[in-house]
Nanobody
Framework: QVQLVESGGGLVQPGGSLRLSCAAS????????MGWYRQAPGKQREQVAT????????NYDDSVKGRFTISRDNAKNTVNLQMNRLKPEDTAVYYC???????????????WGQGTQVTVSS
């Protein structure tokens, strides 16, 4: 089984920074994509940032471009999200996600972490 574990959420004032981290563990054959989504109360889940673990471009939601930076460690199957100049509208539960092929599974499967709360408030 593959598990995604997030860390780094918390309460921060507007303009502050947080760094989220997610580690994938378990029986992993190959990780293709990792990234972050978020969901605020009453809203749909939305993509924040994703990146491939090989060639390809990263993708940022327009609302976070220039403020958030996604990074990865291929060897450790981890992905990080550095969040700067946080705004109240960034408040949400942030979910790590990954597209992974397990050694005993032919199809690519999508996995989700359980989420970490980010609250931006004065």
């Amino acid at each position: 089984q593959v598990q995604l574990v997030e860390s780094g959420g918390g309460l921060v004032q507007p303009g502050g920074s947080l760094r989220l981290s997610c580690a994938a563990s378990g029986t992993i054959g190959r990780t293709y994509v990792m990234g972050w989504y978020r969901q605020a109360p009453g809203k749909q889940r939305e993509q924040v940032a994703t990146m491939p673990f090989s060639g390809g471009d990263t993708n940022y939601d327009d609302s976070v471009k220039g403020r958030f930076t996604i990074s990865r460690d291929n060897a450790k199957n981890t992905v990080n999200l550095q969040m700067n100049r946080l705004k109240p509208e960034d408040t949400a539960v942030y979910y790590c996600y990954a597209v992974i092929r397990r050694p005993d599974s032919t199809p690519l499967l999508q996995y989700w972490g359980q989420g970490t709360q980010v609250t931006v408030s004065s």
